[in-house]
């Protein structure tokens, strides 16, 4: 489809709304005579008083028109629910999340909360503004709730530390994340860590530099038990070292892949600190496994998950993904219910992503999705066994624009998971493809990043300890320092 836009330069919401209907896309500028539009075509013209909408579909019109306003962000509101109710017309189908295209639709459910102090007249927003479906209504707002008291006392001089280990055994076909497979890496690993590890180190000084307190602590990947036992001691060591861990109220490490996770690394990472783990299934099918390149067995993960639950760590998450290559509904649901009678504490279920960089894109895989959401219905079950959402993202180019939800046993939500999505908390990021936030006191944001990739991190890392130093001018400049 092409989007023509006259005297409108503005686009991308406009973009990402119609995307959620059709993904072959273009946008073009000038009038319908100027581009000469054929076939299936969107025309948005913003004349003195009314914004004229026009869309063409198999054959059909439909129009629409909004009066122009002095607020051009209730302008753009507008327009997006215009196009939302032509589209919903065109294509016979209305969506879930309504016209909401953005990745945290928690934190407006809260920035609407601040304005209204009324939670059912924000839901009636949702409801009427956005077009939300009484469903995610209530997800959205289940999750604020229990949010909303973790939220509340969170103080704006503390932090979290993230530490990226960006290696993995084989690559998941659906993965897009920073990675390098670590049976061809083993040079690269070795420079990578001790580049890491030096990286820690200067961030717990410019922590105290910056007077900010460590809350906790996420080690996350890739993998980072991919790397080798001696290599995941010397990173937690270092932690250990620089960190006072007694006043940190949550570590996690994840030990995604039961393929590269042994007992001895278990046992490493429940000597130095770490209290919750993250083991992941996607999936309790091998032939589903196996399509999307993971090497290792539901028995694999069984037997894994099984030592660190006798390791007695506090919490240990599971990831499912609804979607997968080969998965059906009745083979999503086994895996769900096997997870939960395992006793996760957490179990994250994730709406398959076809992100560009993935091997699916690439590989122009045919599958077909049409199941994913109904798989979604049947978490269904988790709020049947006591389990209660406490995140939430949504992600673009997910299955049906349908959404991420971290589901949890009462008194086992992952902080760390809540400060990192609904971002009210800096998080210093350290290690290749890491991104740094600061978050000041009034929800202002500052971006600081690292190298994407481990090769340039290992070849410019002085590059890296220079932007460190922007963290404690940034606090400066949020008023969290005096001096």
Not at 167 to 176: E, K, L
Not at 213 to 239: C, D, F
């Amino acid at each position: 489809m092409l989007i023509i836009l006259e005297n409108l330069t503005h686009h991308y919401e406009v973009e990402q709304l119609v995307r959620m209907f059709t993904k072959d896309l273009s946008v073009q500028f000038g009038s319908k005579e100027t581009v000469q539009a054929e076939g299936e075509y969107l025309y948005i013209c913003r004349g003195e008083k009314t914004v004229t909408i026009e869309l063409s579909c198999n054959g059909d019109i439909y129009s629409e028109a909004v009066n122009v306003c002095s607020d051009e962000e209730k302008l753009m509101l507008d327009i997006c629910a215009a196009v939302y109710c032509l589209c919903t017309s065109a294509f016979g189908k209305k969506l879930k999340w309504g016209m909401l295209t953005g990745v945290r639709p928690v934190r407006l459910m809260r920035n609407l909360y601040a304005k209204h102090k009324d939670i059912d007249v924000v839901c009636g927003i949702f409801r009427s503004r956005y077009f939300v479906s009484d469903e995610k209504i209530k997800l959205c707002r289940d999750i604020f709730s229990l949010q909303k008291s973790i939220i509340d006392n969170t103080k704006c001089n503390d932090f979290s530390l993230y530490i990226s280990v960006p290696f993995c055994p084989t690559r998941c076909s659906y993965c897009s994340f920073v990675s390098v497979g670590s049976t061809n890496a083993s040079k690269l690993m070795g420079q990578y860590v001790d580049k890491l590890c030096e990286e820690v180190r200067y961030t717990a000084q410019t922590a105290e530099k910056a007077g900010l307190n460590l809350k906790s602590i996420y080690i996350g990947g890739g993998t980072p038990t991919a790397v080798s036992a001696q290599q995941l001691k010397q990173i937690m060591q270092t932690v250990k070292d620089n960190f006072d861990l007694s006043k940190v109220e949550e570590y996690t490490v994840e030990a995604g892949r039961p393929d590269c996770t042994t007992k001895e690394k278990l046992q490493i990472i429940k000597d130095f600190g770490a209290d919750r783990v993250s083991i992941n299934p996607q999936t309790f099918s091998d032939e589903v496994l196996a399509a999307i390149g993971r090497k290792h067995t539901h028995a694999d993960f069984v037997e894994c998950y099984k030592t660190a639950k006798e390791m007695g760590f506090k919490s240990i998450n599971t990831d499912l993904i609804a979607g997968l290559p080969k998965d059906t509904v009745e083979g999503f649901e086994k895996s769900l219910r096997g997870c939960i009678e395992l006793g996760a504490e957490n179990i994250t279920v994730h709406t398959l992503t076809l992100k560009r960089a993935s091997n699916i894109v690439v590989n122009h895989e045919d599958n077909s999705y049409s199941d994913v959401s109904l798989m979604l219905d049947k978490c269904s079950a988790l709020a049947e066994n006591g389990y209660i959402p406490y995140y939430m993202y949504r992600q673009k180019s997910t299955l049906q624009s349908l959404e991420n939800v971290g589901y949890s046993q009462i008194g086992h939500e992952s902080l760390y998971n809540i400060y990192i999505m609904e971002e009210i908390q800096t998080i210093i990021s350290c290690g290749a493809g890491g991104v740094t936030k600061v978050v000041g006191k009034d929800g202002e944001l500052k971006r600081i990043y690292n190298y994407k990739y481990p090769t340039e991190y290992v070849k410019d890392f002085d590059t890296i300890l220079r932007r460190k130093d922007e963290v404690t001018e940034v606090c400066r400049q949020f008023g969290f320092l005096n001096d």
